[in-house]
């Protein structure tokens, strides 16, 4: 798993080096690239993971959430190539929105149902062990919250879909070589 952030130089989106021209497709490729890195990834929860140091004491890791990720890399792409948005594009991804705002409301009023339906105890328990209850929204800790990640997935796939079918519109995907 590669978590680390490849800052690149303003010049590598420029053809020609300084001085050179903006280049829109690599920027567009790149944040392509990780859309398709990010989905291959196994859609798993975030975890906390016990390593050993060079002296031998024991660190605790935060493997992040894979499907955090995966939202986070079609967001930015979103947002990089929002100025190819055409109204088709526009509505289509408001459509997916309210879908995705749908589900969230609903997982809310099933994680609502079942907190009301606990016995006292058990959520004094619960809240002990630092569950939150939240009206309106999803506690991290709880099954509902997973089950929204794990259909967002599926939803968010839809918006990638959508992009990929526009930049094929656009003339995006031309074929290009390569020397290596």
């Known amino acids: 798993m590669d978590d680390d952030i490849e800052i690149k130089e303003v010049e590598s989106y420029t053809s020609g080096g300084k001085g050179g021209t903006y280049n829109y497709s690599t920027?567009?490729?790149?944040?392509?690239?990780?859309?398709?890195?990010?989905?291959?990834?196994?859609?798993r929860k975030?975890?906390?993971?016990?390593?050993?140091?060079?002296?031998?004491?024991?660190?605790?890791?935060?493997?992040?959430?894979?499907?955090?990720?995966?939202?986070?890399s079609i967001e930015t792409l979103k947002m990089v190539v929002s100025r190819d948005f055409d109204d088709e594009?526009?509505?289509?991804?408001?459509?997916?929105?309210?879908?995705?705002?749908?589900?969230?409301?609903?997982?809310?009023?099933?994680?609502?149902?079942?907190?009301?339906?606990?016995?006292?105890?058990?959520?004094?328990k619960k809240r002990e062990a630092g569950f939150v209850f939240m009206e309106g929204r999803l506690s991290v800790d709880s099954f509902y919250y997973d089950e929204f990640l794990n259909d967002k997935v599926k939803i968010m796939r839809k918006v990638f879909e959508k992009i990929s079918a526009l930049l094929k519109k656009n003339g995006d995907y031309k074929e290009e070589m390569f020397e290596a």
Do not use: Q
């Open 46 to 72: 975030g975890y906390w993971n016990s390593k050993r140091d060079k002296l031998g004491n024991y660190v605790s890791v935060w493997n992040p959430d894979a499907r955090e990720k995966f939202f986070e």
């Open 27 to 43: 920027l567009v490729m790149d944040a392509l690239k990780k859309c398709e890195d990010t989905s291959s990834e196994e859609m």
């Open 89 to 124: 594009v526009i509505e289509d991804l408001g459509k997916i929105d309210e879908e995705l705002n749908t589900l969230f409301i609903s997982y809310c009023e099933l994680e609502k149902k079942w907190w009301e339906n606990l016995h006292g105890m058990i959520k004094k």
